[in-house]
């Protein structure tokens, strides 16, 4: 699905340094390797799509870049805390107009702490977020959500030669509640990829995501 949230995502990993190019019926993308990515000249836009926003931020707050993200209206409205919070924790810095929503200056830190949180609600965007943030760390970095969710980014990654260990915690008691089944996601950072040929019918986001540290 070529729709107008990842024609723009393309844009915005080319001008990061990342090739990528159409033939026939694929999408080549070159990877740039671990510290590959470029610092752009530009302001990032994200324009209508959060999934790009989380992805970004976490994929390139391991960088001692400076960079200025905006969006539309919609995700102008957006409080980023649950993102910014944790990444504050381990190093990345953040200047916002309000609390903590667009636009926003980031500061990142190639020597940020490996990433330990606690993900107290279903989101799989914010997940996949600290993931890619975790992959930069020098480290191992633990994540634990309180209810599983999706889980594509962690297929693909252990897909593409990572080692990345996960187990269930039963009975985890969360504030007052005590939820059934929760998941603890354990990765070191900096590991070496595969370079493999990823066939996603329909929707090239998660690869376009992976797209800087694929070799």
Excluded: C
């Excluded at 187990?167 to 370079?195: P, Y």
């Amino acid at each position: 699905l070529e729709s107008s949230d990842i024609l723009n995502l393309m844009k915005i990993l080319k001008n990061l340094g990342v090739s990528i190019e159409k033939t026939d019926d694929f999408w080549v993308v070159d990877g740039n390797g671990h510290n590959g990515i470029i610092e752009p000249n530009d302001l990032i836009d994200i324009k209508d799509s959060k999934e790009s926003l989380y992805s970004l931020v976490g994929l390139l707050s391991p960088y001692n870049f400076k960079l200025f993200f905006t969006g539309s209206q919609k995700n102008r409205e957006i409080e980023l805390l649950d993102l910014l919070s944790p990444l504050t924790d381990v190093g990345v810095k953040f200047s916002t107009r309000k609390t903590a929503n667009l636009p926003m200056l980031m500061i990142g830190d190639s020597k940020i702490l490996p990433i330990n949180v606690e993900i107290d609600k279903i989101s799989p965007t914010l997940k996949a977020a600290l993931l890619l943030t975790s992959l930069n760390t020098a480290g191992e970095n633990t994540i634990i959500e309180y209810q599983k969710s999706k889980d594509h980014l962690e297929i693909l990654l252990k897909f593409l030669g990572l080692e990345l260990r996960e187990r269930d915690l039963e009975n985890k008691k969360w504030f007052s509640s005590e939820i059934s089944l929760s998941k603890e996601i354990k990765i070191r950072g900096q590991q070496n990829f595969l370079a493999k040929d990823i066939n996603i019918p329909g929707d090239i986001h998660y690869a376009l995501q992976e797209a800087k540290i694929i070799p």
